[in-house]
């Protein structure tokens, strides 16, 4: 069991918070293979090998925007192979037990007191002891890249790498998942609504960029800029809950109570972008989310004009400057446990 130091909180909220909600268990299994299909599909197919004794496997899920908060233990000593994980990080944090991770040229032993952040791009393979118990932050790759090219003026390049290593426990981390914990256990409802879940993801991948260290941690420090003013963030959460919807220049402009002139000005100066670019941004994050995840989704048009993109030959264009691979091929890797 987590030990905290005399002054931190108990560590129930954490714990339990994701038991709270019997909707959010994903499965609870002694199969290898279902455990593998059920895990593969929150994040993605992999190999899992056991070793020595029988499974006793279960996994809660708690989707917050771009970011999803997760449970999972094995009940066995298990090796894990997924391979570079692509399109989204990891941070995994022990609740219990340890486990043995290798991500491209860095290795730590994950403990307790040693939370592993798992770089999309880089080789992983991992060993987790039986008594494994993992509260895991899922973060979506192209949400943590967009709030890089926000401050750079640019989408990553090379791609960012972490420190493998966190001491999670550190005050600013440790009570931000506490109060992700607080906010699913107390107010399931709200933390899902697009508003908050907009937020929170925000919060999430901006406290990550800024407490651990990463291969572009000093470009944005050099490249850090005010907060964005009022109108601009009004418009970014209008953007997350409205994304499906047939939003205009001059709507935008409405909702945020300024010009059109203002309104561009402030996306140019803070985000690096117009508001019409940055909607089409958070529209192809959707597609992108959409193919991979939704089984009654059965063609790239579906899921392109489900998020207003009517141009096909234009989307297909734009999707793969975005995410390295045209949209038939993130499709066809859905499911392919």
Known sequence: MLQLPPTARAPAPLAHALLHDAGRQVFASTDLGQTRAAVGKVFKPHRLDIRGTSLS?????????????????????????????????????????????????????????????LTPSDPL????????????????????????????????????????GMAWRSAGWYALMEYLAQMLAA????????LTACQLEQLVIGTLLTLQPHSLSEALQRHGKPLAPRHVKVVEEYIHAHAAAALTPALLAEIAGVSL?????????????????????????????????????SSVTGAALRWGFTHLGRFSAEYRRAFGECPAETLRRRGSV
Do not use: K
């Not at 298990?78 to 491209?104: N, Y």
């Open 125 to 164: 393979l991992m060993r987790w002891s039986a008594d494994n118990d993992q509260l895991i932050v899922r973060v979506e790759r192209s949400a943590l890249e967009r709030v890089c090219a926000a401050y750079l003026g640019h989408r990553p390049d090379p791609p960012l790498r972490f420190q493998l």
């Open 57 to 117: 496997a279960r996994m809660h899920h708690a989707p917050l925007g771009a970011v999803s908060l997760n449970r999972l233990a094995y009940g066995a000593d298990v090796t894990i192979d997924p391979g570079p994980l692509g399109d989204f990080l990891l941070v995994q944090m022990p609740l219990s037990g340890h486990a043995e991770i290798r991500c491209g040229a860095q290795q730590i032993v994950s403990t307790p007191d040693c939370a592993s952040v």
């Open 187 to 194: 107010e399931p409802e709200a933390a899902r609504h697009p």
């Open 261 to 297: 002139r203002s309104l561009y000005a402030g996306f140019r100066e803070h985000r690096g972008l117009s508001p019409m670019a940055y909607l089409r941004t958070v529209r192809l994050d959707r597609v992108r989310h959409d193919l991979l995840n939704d089984a009654a989704l």
